[in-house]
Nanobody, 124 residues
């Protein structure tokens, strides 16, 4: 079992940066690939990006590529989502998720463990 807790969300203006954190506990964090998803009101949960267990491989949705960066610190059992140049359309609840499989996975049902989410609101 893996417990995930997100933090770092908030209300910000367009153009600024924000960093989300995902703290993990339970099973060995370094054995899991980690991902970030987001869900805007009335929309399906969508893939944002993922990082392999070692941190050497990352994948991003086209909508955030070049603006968002995923990283992890296995010594701290924490994954991060650095979000730069935020836009109003980035407004959503952001979730971190974990899978024991590779990071080349983009679908909600590919991930076994989920956090409770953190709200990010970007005003124009």
């Amino acid at each position: 079992q893996v417990r995930l807790v997100e933090s770092g969300g908030g209300l910000v203006q367009a153009g600024v940066s924000l960093r989300l954190s995902c703290a993990a506990s339970g099973r060995t964090f370094s054995s899991f690939s980690m991902a970030w998803f987001r869900q805007a009101p009335g929309k399906d949960r969508e893939f944002v990006g993922a990082i392999s267990w070692s941190g050497s491989n990352t994948n991003y949705a086209d909508s955030v590529k070049g603006r968002f960066t995923i990283s992890r610190d296995n010594a701290k059992n924490t994954a991060y989502l650095q979000m730069n140049s935020l836009k109003p359309e980035d407004t959503a609840v952001y979730y971190c998720a974990a899978t024991p499989h590779s990071a080349n996975r983009y679908r909600v049902y590919d991930y076994d463990y989920w956090g409770q989410g953190t709200q990010v609101t970007v005003s124009s």
